[in-house]
């Protein structure tokens, strides 16, 4: 689970490094200082959630297992049920 969690950050770095490129050809200084922060945040992130992994033990590996399994579930019941599909509900009065 945090393997995902840290591609899905590496893609948004990526992204996000392009989008600092293009404010900085543009001159938008403060612009690019915000995305700047961000994209520091996201590696931030990513060494946290290394860090986290390392320190990981068997018992705390069964939790995240359950808690990976329980939060795939819910999103696919939540696509089923129209939640993320946005299909119109049906509403009685």
């Known amino acids: 689970?945090?393997?995902?969690?840290?591609?899905?950050?590496?893609n948004d770095i990526v992204e996000k490094e392009s989008h600092i490129a293009l404010l900085h050809k543009m001159g938008l200084l403060d612009s690019?200082?915000?995305a700047t922060g961000i994209k520091q945040m996201y590696n931030a992130?990513?060494?946290r959630i290394r860090e986290i992994q390392r320190n990981l033990?068997?018992?705390t590996l069964v939790v995240f297992d359950s808690y990976e399994c329980g939060y795939l579930?819910?999103?696919i019941a939540k696509s089923v049920t129209g939640k993320y599909t946005k299909q119109?509900?049906?509403t009685t009065i």
């Open 57 to 59: 033990d068997d018992r």
């Open 73 to 75: 579930k819910g999103v």
């Open 32 to 34: 690019e200082r915000k």
């Open 1 to 10: 689970m945090c393997e995902k969690v840290i591609l899905i950050y590496e």
């Open 88 to 90: 119109p509900r049906e």
């Open 45 to 47: 992130h990513i060494e």
